[in-house]
């Protein structure tokens, strides 16, 4: 009788173990196979709408110890208790691919997302993928960079748009550029986007838009600016987004 009380209890802790650290084991799809190691496809660095889901498909790949694809495998995203994953828990397809769709909360900022594997052993091998919402003065922000900005600041061209990255004698930073960007003040900013690179003693190949864009549009470019730096940028003494 002894030994079944024993049984029992040991079976109880492990369901109550169990539960509190994967949520989602009991209930997510069986694993064939057991990973080395998670690694980012596609559908980090994302930009998203407060309440919204990402653009872009969240993509991980598992890989065994020799570093070849692993079908079978179960992936389990996380984020914070305001992040929605569709699906959570997902078997990795037959080139170890694992896609899920993230809609992430409403509060504006950085957000550190989890993609989870066991491995043989059930220790889970994780990989934290960054995303990114903008609330409305990030997403004018945006919108500005693309209309007056990113042709100059971006060296990619897309279809939408031919980069003139190439023909500058000087040449400007991306805005996703943390190591750069965090060194100016917002003021600094200011002074730049307002009055144009001789403002700051740089090249007057950055043009002045004081006269094009008024005071709230170049707070929303120092807005869009500040979120998208990577690393990101520290502002001292208030809460900036969430980690
Ligand atoms: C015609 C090309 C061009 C356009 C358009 C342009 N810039 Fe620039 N920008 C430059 C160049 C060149 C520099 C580098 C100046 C230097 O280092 O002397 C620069 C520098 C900067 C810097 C300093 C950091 C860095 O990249 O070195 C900021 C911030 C900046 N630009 C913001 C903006 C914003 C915001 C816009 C859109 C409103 C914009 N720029 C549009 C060419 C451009």
């Known amino acids: 009788m002894k030994r079944y009380a024993g049984i029992a209890l ?7 173990a169990g539960c509190r650290r994967h949520p989602a084991a009991e209930t997510g799809p069986k694993p064939t196979a057991y990973g080395a190691a998670v690694v980012e496809s596609s559908g980090g660095k994302q930009v998203g709408e ?49 896609t899920t769709t993230a809609t992430l909360g409403d509060t504006p900022g950085r957000y550190t997302l989890t993609a989870s594997t066991p491995d043989a052993a059930g220790k889970a091998i994780s990989l934290q993928l960054t995303e990114l919402v903008a609330g409305y003065q990030e997403q004018l922000g945006e919108r500005l ?3 007056y900005c990113s042709r100059c600041h971006n060296a990619e061209s897309t279809p939408q748009q031919v980069s003139n990255y190439d023909n500058l004698d000087v040449k400007p930073h991306t805005f996703t550029d943390g190591d750069t960007m965090n060194k100016l003040s917002d003021s600094d900013l200011t002074a730049l986007i307002s009055h ?5 003693n740089r090249s007057a190949l950055m043009p002045a838009y004081g006269t094009t864009l008024n005071k709230a549009e170049v707070q929303a470019l120092i807005a869009y600016i500040r979120l998208v730096s990577d690393p990101p940028f520290e502002r001292t003494g208030v809460h900036y987004g969430k980690q």
């Open 10 to 16: 040991l079976i109880g802790l492990g369901v109550v």
């Open 196 to 200: 144009g690179g001789p403002a700051l």
């Open 145 to 147: 960079n693309a209309v």
């Open 50 to 98: 407060p309440g919204g889901a990402l653009p872009q498909p969240l993509v991980v790949q598992v890989n065994d110890a020799q570093g070849n694809a692993l079908p079978g495998a179960v992936v389990r995203f996380a984020g914070g208790s305001d992040v929605a994953f569709s699906p959570a828990a997902v078997l990795t397809d037959s080139s170890g691919q694992a």
